[in-house]
């Protein structure tokens, strides 16, 4: 017992509680407990500071880094936000929300326009396009349509993968005999 003392705190309770209450390990007493608790402080110099802003008919938290805020975006990932906003010529140390209208601009351009903005073809997530064979980058509400577009696409014309995504099967390949049978009836039943 003097061996495990010292990792045991004895609280000042009052007689009502039970005796297995009387001890507690020392990571539970409130006193012994160092607590942070971190904010964001505007500064005065920031009275424009912005809590949400609209970029790309998203809503975009203001009180986070711009790099990771601007991946809020669909069709936006941490590498081309982070190329966006060197490109622009912002600091990526500061929130979206500190951002003025004219760096914000510069940076939803750079990224709708990646091209003239010498982005390498690599970079973008629409590549050698099906209908008009470029390269471009789809953003927010674009995205649901070129996906549902290439689905109906590899639906039309009857390929393997439009197949299983219209019977609701896996479509790369996975072994479907005992997993994915959420939703599906279980089939064999015992006779009597």
């Not at 326009?113 to 590549?127: E, G, M, S």
Request: glycine share 6%; charged share 30%.
């Amino acid at each position: 017992m003097a061996a495990h003392a010292r990792h045991i705190v004895r609280q000042d309770t009052p007689s009502t509680r039970s005796n297995k209450d009387d001890y507690r390990p020392a990571s539970l007493d409130t006193r012994s407990r160092n607590s942070f608790i971190m904010s964001l402080v505007v500064p005065e110099a920031h009275q424009q500071f912005q809590h949400i802003l609209r970029l790309l008919n998203t809503n975009v938290d203001g009180r986070i880094k711009i790099m990771f805020a601007l991946t809020q975006i669909r069709g936006v990932g941490r590498r081309l936000a982070n190329v966006a906003c060197k490109k622009a010529d912002v600091d990526l140390n500061k929130r979206a929300g500190e951002l003025n209208p004219d760096e914000l601009e510069r940076i939803v351009t750079i990224i709708q326009n990646p091209a003239q903005f010498k982005i390498p073809a690599w970079f973008l997530n629409r590549q050698r396009d099906i209908v008009d064979g470029k390269s471009y980058q789809v953003l927010s509400n674009g995205l649901d349509s070129k996906l549902r577009e290439d689905l109906e696409r590899l639906k039309k014309i009857r390929a393997h993968r439009g197949l299983r995504h219209y019977w609701g099967l896996r479509v790369r390949g996975q072994h479907t005999k005992t997993t994915g049978r959420r939703g599906k009836t279980v089939g064999v039943s015992k006779k009597k």
